[in-house]
């Protein structure tokens, strides 16, 4: 069971009117704006089950936009997020999916487009009070919560990957406090995920970006 | 230094000579690694925007998104300025926070979950008003805070907070036991006196369903804030002249977990059961869905 702090009991300090619903909101959308790398030119929130129902009623909407901004969940200007998008330039639209409903109560997928063309598709989750956690990066499933500082890598399914990852990260001297690889099928794309109670330094991702069979890394910093 | 549930509680209190805060403090800097002063800092801004959204709705109301509330804190501070308040100086303070907090919560301005956005208004409510009308310090209130965070830890590892999971008693309720023990520690009382507190207040708010109209959390979750802030209060004065309470905190806790398994689907955050299902709820739901 994990440990309850004082201030989760007496937060978090955001603006409401719901944990789940706007605070949860807020953090997915932020956690997902971290791991895209550059700038965003168009976002597309797919939203489900209880999102799908009630997001207007509660600002899920604009908490979304506003995690996408870079906003927390105590930033004010939540409130404003679609105004100050559109004054970045920042496309959105908001689709909801009331078919699909072997998922969370709270999901939302991200359809993110770069300046550059890139795309990249999130799942999130708000379990509730405020927490959250990812649990899809473009079709593969993951499990993670930005709790920790949490390295991404996107790469082929090939052996010696981890080992490889592992390696880079002791001549660092980052401890890893959980580790966990995910893959659709064999030889093909594969996440692994590396959570860090520590500082992740910036210069690991050059190291690791060396490696031919590592197609992107991505960080998520505490 | 940890403890798992309120009987723990009170024996590290009594084995320490100290109050339920001072354990609160204890155990986050031993699990957490935080400083006391570290501690008391995130404490103090957390007071600091209960106190503004306590405030705020007062002289600037705003509508909630849904329209089903807004303006209601000012209503009652006003007719308490006019010398009519039939429930006193102290309990009428308490209504016109606890509604504040709830306006400012659903006009998405910022409020601090306590346990739950939801239950916002609770703590704050009745915390402002004592502070107030007993010319207490910042300092005082914030120890009670800390009480507070106590009794909703137990709560939340023993029970649960989530409406969804155990009805409003959950949440409101767990608001009000928090908000009791706080008020009960800040008077003077004992820790076996904030538990009482705690457990009398969940007795009193059990059984109580999550139905919020349109989803939303307006209406009735405004009006039971209050209630929560309300209770509060008169069991941290009950607790306060000596009386005890026949169930232990723990056992209440326990209870209100499994009173919350019982309730309906239809009765926990759905929108389905309750004031939700009522025929002017469901005419207003439907008017804000069409818009």
């Known amino acids: ?222 | 230094m940890d403890f798992i549930s309120g009987q723990e509680l009170l024996q590290l209190c009594e084995e320490n000579s100290c109050r339920i805060s001072d354990i609160m403090i204890q155990r986050e800097i031993s699990e957490y690694g935080a400083s006391s002063e570290e501690i008391m800092e995130r404490m103090k801004e957390a007071y600091r925007i209960m106190k503004e959204a306590c405030h705020k709705p007062l002289d600037e109301p705003v509508p909630s998104i849904g329209g089903l509330i807004g303006g209601e804190a000012k209503k009652v501070r006003d007719r308490r300025r006019q010398g009519k308040s039939i429930c006193g100086s102290m309990l009428s303070k308490a209504i016109t926070y606890s509604l504040a907090v709830l306006e400012v919560n659903a006009s998405m301005g910022l409020i601090v979950a306590a346990p739950t956005a939801g239950s916002s208004g609770v703590l704050p409510g009745l915390l402002l008003a004592l502070e107030e009308e007993f010319s207490l310090d910042d300092e005082q209130i914030i120890d009670g805070l800390f009480t507070a965070s106590a009794i909703g830890y137990l709560i939340m590892r023993n029970a649960s907070v989530a409406g969804a999971q155990a009805g409003c008693q959950a949440e409101v309720g767990a608001a009000s036991a928090m908000a009791a023990a706080a008020a009960a520690q800040i008077m003077g009382g004992t820790p076996q006196q904030c538990m009482d507190a705690a457990s009398a207040a969940l007795v009193n708010l059990l059984g109580l369903v999550c139905d919020p109209v349109a989803g939303l959390v307006e209406c009735p979750c405004q009006s039971r804030n209050v209630i929560g802030a309300s209770n509060a209060l008169v069991c941290a004065e009950m607790s306060l002249a000596g009386i005890r309470q026949l169930i232990p905190f723990d056992q209440m806790v326990d209870t209100m977990m499994t009173v919350g398994r019982s309730i309906p689907f239809e009765l926990r955050e759905t929108a389905l059961g309750g004031c939700a299902a009522t025929e002017a709820a469901c005419a207003r739901t439907c008017q804000i869905f069409k818009n």
């Open chain 1, 1 to 222: 069971m994990p440990s309850i702090s004082i201030f989760d009991v007496i937060g978090p300090n955001m603006v409401g009117p719901s944990s789940s619903h706007t605070a949860g909101a807020v953090a997915i959308a932020l956690l997902v704006r971290k791991l895209f790398p550059g700038s965003v030119k168009e976002v597309e929130f797919v939203l489900y089950g209880s999102f799908a129902r009630t997001y207007k009623g509660h600002g899920t909407d604009r908490a979304l936009l506003g995690g996408m901004l870079g906003f927390e969940t105590h930033d004010l200007r939540i409130k404003n997020s679609f105004k100050l998008a559109e004054e970045q330039g920042l496309t959105y639209s908001f689709v909801t999916n009331e078919k699909e409903t072997e998922v969370h109560p709270n999901t939302v997928e991200i359809h993110l487009t770069g300046s550059d063309g890139s795309f990249m598709s999130v799942r999130g989750v708000s379990v509730g009070g405020g927490k959250v956690k990812i649990v899809k990066i473009n079709g593969v499933d993951v499990d993670f919560t930005g709790e920790y500082s949490t390295l991404v890598i996107r790469h082929l399914d090939y052996p010696g990957m981890v080992a490889y990852i592992a390696t880079c990260l002791s001549e660092r001297n980052v401890n890893i406090a959980f580790m966990r690889l995910y893959r659709e099928k064999k030889g093909a794309t594969a996440y692994s995920v590396v959570e860090s109670d520590e500082v992740i330094p910036q210069e690991l991702l050059e190291k690791l970006r060396e490696h031919e069979k590592v197609e992107d890394v991505m960080l998520i910093q505490v």
